[in-house]
Nanobody, 126 residues
Framework: QVQLVESGGGLVQAGGSLRLSCAASGRTFSKYAMGWFRQAPGKEREFVASIKWNGGSTYYADSVKGRFNISRDNAKNTVYLQMNSLKPEDTAVYYC???????????????????WGQGTQVTVSS
């Protein structure tokens, strides 16, 4: 339903910051909760953060609370993930995701995702 295109990944030193962007196509972007997942080598894909369809609520994995911030600009059809104080264990492929449910405010599980981005590599060196 929604096509997602990610940008902003790359290589960063531990303690540094990156800002990921996810640009969405489609006329109903503002009706869907959005989120970010990540998958590290040899590990299962895990939830990182999500945001209510109108930006009113946000949810974070315990591992990133206080360091990452998710936001959205519905006028620009874009969701962001600001990543600060990066650690080597943050190294992963990061995926943008759109909820398949309209007007959802809950944390996104993989079963709730209707559209996935292609993934962008984030590598944090020590």
């Amino acid at each position: 339903q929604v096509q997602l295109v990610e940008s902003g990944g790359g290589l960063v030193q531990a303690g540094g910051s990156l800002r990921l962007s996810c640009a969405a196509s489609g006329r109903t972007f503002s009706k869907y909760a959005m989120g970010w997942f990540r998958q590290a080598p040899g590990k299962e894909r895990e939830f990182v953060a999500s945001i209510k369809w109108n930006g009113g609520s946000t949810y974070y994995a315990d591992s990133v609370k206080g360091r990452f911030n998710i936001s959205r600009d519905n006028a620009k059809n874009t969701v962001y993930l600001q990543m600060n104080s990066l650690k080597p264990e943050d190294t992963a492929v990061y995926y943008c995701a759109a909820d398949r449910r309209l007007y959802s405010s809950g944390r996104l599980g993989e079963a709730d995702v209707g559209s996935w981005g292609q993934g962008t590599q984030v590598t944090v060196s020590s």
